[in-house]
């Protein structure tokens, strides 16, 4: 199925002391340009940000007013595109993969589990767990309009909880995977 990247990469990496970490190279590739390769399947990509230097050519925008935080940035960024799949990527996820991309999509179109009354629902959104088991609500594939509608449901997005905009939806999880390690510190890329 076909989907849309909006990659997050507008926070201001004060754990990094103020180093972009967008930019951080690990292994030879900037953390950006490695979330860039995940999504590389992407019809469009646009990444909620300082306009950078990327290995592929992608869109770019900012929140405004800027420093928003990432609903802020999400909504910004639901601006671009249309596939009926928007994958939402955070750029501190080093790990992720094309593969992890692709099962992200295929398993948000699989049903999901029955309900205890053997209902079976439709997913919102299909996520990763980091190897802690938290749930990351920024490396998930989601449908447009689930996705467009609990943004507008919050208002002005500006500075609002991520996982309150998109609490009413119906998601799932994988099970713990290194994907959904995010980098949040220096020694987080030891991991």
């Known amino acids: 199925m076909e989907f849309d990247a909006v990659v997050l990469a507008g926070g201001g990496s004060v754990r990094f002391g103020g180093v972009d970490k967008a930019m951080v ?9 490695r979330v860039l390769m995940a999504t590389a399947d992407a019809v469009s990509t646009v990444v909620v940000g300082a306009v950078r230097t990327t290995y592929r050519e992608v869109a ?7 420093a928003g935080g ?16 928007v994958v939402v990527v955070s750029c501190d996820l080093p790990w992720i993969t094309r593969t ?3 099962t992200l999509v295929k ?10 009354r053997g209902e079976v629902r439709q997913l919102d959104g299909f996520g990763l767990r980091d190897k802690g088991r938290r749930e990351q609500w920024l490396a998930a594939a989601y449908r447009r309009g689930s996705l467009v509608e609990a943004v507008r449901r919050v208002g002005d997005p500006r500075d609002k909880s991520v996982r309150r905009t998109l609490a009413g939806l119906e998601l799932a999880w994988t099970a713990p995977t290194q994907a959904g390690n995010d980098v949040d510190t220096w020694s987080d890329l030891d991991t």
């Open 25 to 33: 190279v690990l292994e030879g590739v900037s953390l950006l340009d």
């Open 107 to 116: 398993r948000l179109n699989e049903p999901d589990e029955p309900h205890e």
């Open 60 to 66: 770019w925008t900012v929140e405004e007013p800027p």
């Open 70 to 85: 990432p609903v802020a940035g999400l909504a910004a960024g639901l601006e671009y595109g249309v596939a009926p799949v």
């Open 100 to 102: 992890d991309i692709t």
